[in-house]
Structure formats: C-alpha cells, structure tokens
C-alpha cells in the first residue's frame, strides 16, 4: 500500500520467511503453487527521534530468484564493515527506576540476536564493577562495548577503556600534559539511567529501542572529553556536565536520597534552590579560538556538523605535526574572580528530558572545546527566571548575571583554598564553622561546594580542566534534522559561515 525508500546503511536483518498457510491463501498469492517470501526488517524513523524496527516481506514464486534476492542482501550488510558482530554489554540492574536488566532483555537482545550480533553480558554486582573488569577482559575481541544505565555508568565504561588505553600505552594519567592515547573502541548507551543526558543529547532521545538500532547500524559519533586534575593528581573524565555550586550542591544531597530514585533530583533541586548559597572564588581559562562557533549561535550541533567537522580537520593536522611544540601554554589566559551560585562546564548542550535544549543549548559533540557558564550571585528570583528559561525557548544567557566563554581549558580555586594556601587564617571563618551565621539571609557560604563531575562528586575543589577533542566514539550519529525548516536554516547559517 505505501512505498518506502531504505538505505542498505539502515537496514537490520534480511531473513527467509516461512509462509504459514494462512498468509498463502490471502490476497493473489492463493494462484502461486509455493509461494517463497523472504522479510526485510529495517529502521523507520518515527517522531522526535525516535527509532522503531519495522518489515516488510516479499513474495515471488521462484524459489531461486527469491534466494538470489537473499543473498544479495546479506552480501550487501556484510560489506557495512562498521557494523558490530561482537558486543560486550555491562548493565547496571540498580540504575533509574532500576529496569535495566528487563529492558535489556526484552528490549534490546532480540534486536541484537536478530541482527546476527553476539554478545557477553556482565551484569554489575557493585560500582566500579564495569570499570575494573575493562582492565582485564580480552578487549580486541569486541567491536564495542554497551552500557546499559544512566550517565554514570556510561562513565564507568568510558574511565575503563580510556584507562585500560592508557595502562597498555605506558601513559601516566596524573600527568596533566601527557600526549593521551585516544579511545577507538566504541561505546554505546541503552539508557535506563536517571538523566541520561549524554543518550539524548548525542542521539535525540532516550529510547532503549532507538539506541539499540543506532549500534547495529554502526553509527559512530565522536565525543570531546575533558580531563580533570588536582595538581598532578588525576581525578576523572568528563563528557557532560562539570558543575561547582548549584549542580554540585544538588548531586550531594540527592546521593543520601538514591532510593528515590530519579525523583532524587527534582526533591534535591527544590532544597538547594531554596538554600540559594552562593561560592567565591576564582576561575581563569583559556578561550576556544579553533573552533568556528560560539556558545550563543542560533544554530545547534547536529548530524554531520560542520563546526565538528573543521575541528576533526584541524585534530588531523594537529596529528600530522606531531612532536612540534604547541603554542598551547603560550596562550592568553583569561581571569575571573567573583561569588558564584553556579559555575557549568559542559562538554555538549546537556540536553536530557528535564530540559530538552540543555544547559548550552549551541555547545557541539565534537569541537574540541567546553562551554563555561559563569552565573554569579543574584537574587533568588533571577535564578529562578534562569532555570525557567532552561525549560522553554527563550535565552538562558541573556541575564546580566550570566556569562559564557567557549573554553580549551580552565581552572578553578575556591576563594577558601587560595586563603588557606596563603596561609591566611581567619579566626572568625573557622569559629563561625560552614555559614556565616551572622547573616544567615545571606547565603554567603565560607564552606567549599563540590563539583558535579556528570553525575559524581569530586573530592577536590580545586581543579584543573583541559578538553581532549574528539577522545571518545559512540554507537550514535548526533541528533537528526527533523524538519525541512530546520535544515534550510542550518544550510544558510553554513552559506552565511563560508
Ligand atoms: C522551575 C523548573 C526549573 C527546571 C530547571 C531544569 C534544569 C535542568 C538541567 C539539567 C541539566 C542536567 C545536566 C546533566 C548532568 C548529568 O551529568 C548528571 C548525571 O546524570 N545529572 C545530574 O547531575 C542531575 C542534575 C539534575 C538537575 C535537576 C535540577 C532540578 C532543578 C529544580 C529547581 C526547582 C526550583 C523550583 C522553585 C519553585
Ligand atoms: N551493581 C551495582 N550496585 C551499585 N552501584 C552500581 C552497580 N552497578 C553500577 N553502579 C554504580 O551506580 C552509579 C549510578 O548508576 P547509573 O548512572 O546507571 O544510574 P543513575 O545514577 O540512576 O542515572 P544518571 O547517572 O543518569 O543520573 C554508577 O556510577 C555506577 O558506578
Ligand atoms: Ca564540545
């Protein structure tokens, strides 16, 4: 009744099919004396991004013709070579709602066995479980590796590979300067999390159907990820959000409320907005001048971005002039004092189902640079207007209590560490404990916050961030263009960029 047009890139399966007697007798196939039929399962694109595997089956008498049609098929996504035959899948039962484990198993491995894909599935007992065992498995053997969970997991497979990289490279992670070896296993997400902000913003959606389709069809998204050290002590990775103050305050507390569930959030929201407290301290950076956008383009980073792309040209070259000195630590560095209620540093927009444009709504996967949002005391109103608009069309940037910079790099000490390296002791700060009690409308807090590194805490204050362009692959293709009028506006604003 309808026709369809499918890319070989988009098609799942090709399998014969067994007529039953019912199907041959409908229709004109009750003339055919054997009728042979063979069934095409292949990706339909439905709205919001949402992905669905959807057949259709085809009928002919000829047995060998039908056969010819098989094998023609079959040749044709055997020669997609960057489609997985072999998985290994960790997934987090406690996670979200924790459905993982079902959602696996009555979502995703009937698609993967469908496909022909193979998989070793380890199901976590405790944290780090993931992690560690990335250091021991055979790795070569997988072309990729699945997490099913929130952010934090993903963040767990992510620190292993990297990790294991490095390990096997001989590379000293602590070291903040080390030439990083780049991850080229690819990684892919079946959301069961609680965010799952680094699902939607790569893919559109958090859908555990969807993702499965994206990583048997092979798709391969790059992603920057920043380093994040104490000194020369290595703390961890990020890709999404790095957040000090409120984002920090709110991880904190929803950690004792984790039987919640992803309620623990919006309960721990609530309190910290209402605590209002605000952070002193400094922050300096170095500006992103490679990349071609800025944190307030109208446009955002999607399917074959140009802004990624330039920077996959310049990483490229950078590689090619391997071993020449970089200007890199020649570089300005910019330096901002001032009281805090939120400082964000977000690797991509941070889009997730609670804000679906995000935190930086322009920020792009694979530029090589971080948005750095700087939003400092104000009153609590303001910073509600400010989260509001987080949650509609109008934009989060135009306050004058809010900055953004498209960063390389940056480093932040608390206002309470430089007085306690300089040796500065404040009798009064240490009787009056955490708050300053004097004025407890203030919302002045003389106690650290800690950074929210996507989704766990730190435990140094002071940290020093570098992005790695491109570190990461993902079983994802960035978030599609879903209407005409979004791609002629992307094409002008690429013509008015040339
Ligand atoms: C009035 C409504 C305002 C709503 C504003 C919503 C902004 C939401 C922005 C979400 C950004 C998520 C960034 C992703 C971070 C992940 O790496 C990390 C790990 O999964 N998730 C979190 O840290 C979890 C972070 C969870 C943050 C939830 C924030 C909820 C804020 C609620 C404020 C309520 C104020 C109400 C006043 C009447
Ligand atoms: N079997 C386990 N028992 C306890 N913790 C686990 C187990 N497996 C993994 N974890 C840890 O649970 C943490 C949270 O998991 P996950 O990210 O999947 O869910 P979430 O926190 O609900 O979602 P989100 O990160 O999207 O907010 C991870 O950091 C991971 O280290
Ligand atoms: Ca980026």
Redesign the pocket.
Known sequence: KENCFVPTSEIIAVEETELNKKQRNIGKWQKMAKPHAFTVYYVKKARNHRWRCSDVTFWCVDEHLCNQWIQALKELLEMQKSRPKQLLVYINPYGGKRQGKSIYEQKVAPLFSLASISTDVVITEHANHAKDNLFEVNINKYDGVVCVG???MFSEVMHGLIGRMQKDSGIDQNNPKAPLVQCNIRIGIIPA?????ICYSTVGISDPVTSALHIIVGDCQPLDVSSVHHNNTFLKYSV??L?YGF?GD??KD?EKKRWMGPMR??YS??KT?LSHHYYEGTISFQPAKHTVGSPRDKDSCRTGCYVCKKSEQQLAEQHKECGLKHEEDEEEWKVIKGKFLAINAVNMS?A?P??PK??SPAAHLADGSADLILVRKCSRFDF?RY??R??NQDDQFDFSFVDVYRVKSFQFTSKLSEDNESNVTDIGKKRFGQFCRDHPACCCNIANSTW?C??ETLDSSAIQVRVHCQFVKLFARGIEENSKDEAAYSQSSIEQLL
């Open positions: 929130g952010d934090g999390g609680s965010t799952d902000c999404s959000l957040g984002y709110i991880l929803s959030y919006d929201g609530f907005f941070c997730c609670r804000s995000g935190l509600l989260l509001v987080h949650t929210n996507d989704g």
